[in-house]
């Protein structure tokens, strides 16, 4: 079955060091993106990319990084310099280069320790 | 900017009758609207979209409206079941990106038999 896989589901963070998020997709979808979801608010865009080795920063790029080295796969790193991950992480796929009807991973719960 | 306004507080309905949830926006007119369902730690699932030329959508038990002079879209759910029980999230586009989608924080249905 076609889908798009999160993970880990838990990933604790130690002060100053740096942790990636796994994303892939196997929908042959072209565009992809990263969300960070926090209680209470809309979900606010990370990164984006739309074709391999291509992407761009949304919102609240600052202290997160990304790659897009193959199509199906588009991992997040929370860097030392992001002061405050703690939050929910989804990441979604799209067909085409538009942000219509998103198909979002089961998501990663950060937490700091 | 943009904002979406979603009810924050969760919206309580008996089993059998109508759930409407509203979103409401400002500043802007949207080419589409989308409406997401997301069950506790996992990621949204896209129900329905509608286009700005829409006034109403349908989808087994789901309708959305969109009025484009109130800036508002009303999302029904009726013969509503405990399964509907959820956080529905509207989100619309932003003209400034393409591939940026404003969120709204969602609005919590619990259907009680």
């Known amino acids: 079955d076609g889908g798009i896989t999160q993970s880990p589901k838990y990933l604790f963070r130690k002060e100053g060091q740096n942790v990636t998020l796994s994303c892939e997709q196997n929908l042959n979808h072209d565009a992809m993106y990263w969300y960070r979801q926090d209680p209470g608010q809309g979900l606010r865009l990370i990164y984006y990319?739309?074709?391999?080795?291509?992407?761009q920063k949304g919102d609240i790029a600052e202290g997160y990084s990304v790659s897009r080295e193959k199509k199906e796969s588009f991992p997040l790193t929370v860097t030392s310099a992001q002061k405050n991950p703690t939050a929910f992480y989804l990441c979604?796929?799209?067909?085409?280069?538009?942000?219509?009807?998103?198909?979002f991973g089961s998501g990663t719960q950060l937490s700091v320790l | 900017s943009q904002k979406i306004e979603q009810n924050s507080e969760a919206l309580n309905i008996q089993e059998g009758k109508t759930a409407t949830l509203t979103c409401n926006y400002t500043n802007y007119s949207p080419a589409y609207l989308q409406w997401y369902r997301q069950d506790p730690g996992r990621g949204p699932v896209f129900l329905l979209l509608i286009r700005e030329n829409e006034k109403e959508k349908r989808k087994e038990r789901l309708k959305v409206t969109f009025d484009t002079t109130l800036k508002q879209s009303l999302f029904h759910i009726t013969a509503s079941q405990p399964a509907d029980s959820a956080t529905y999230l509207c989100a619309l586009d932003e003209e400034r990106s393409n591939y940026q989608l404003i969120w709204g924080a969602g609005t919590k249905l619990i259907i009680k038999p």
């Open positions: 990319s739309q074709i391999v080795n291509d992407f």
């Open positions: 979604a796929s799209t067909h085409g280069q538009t942000n219509e009807k998103l198909f």
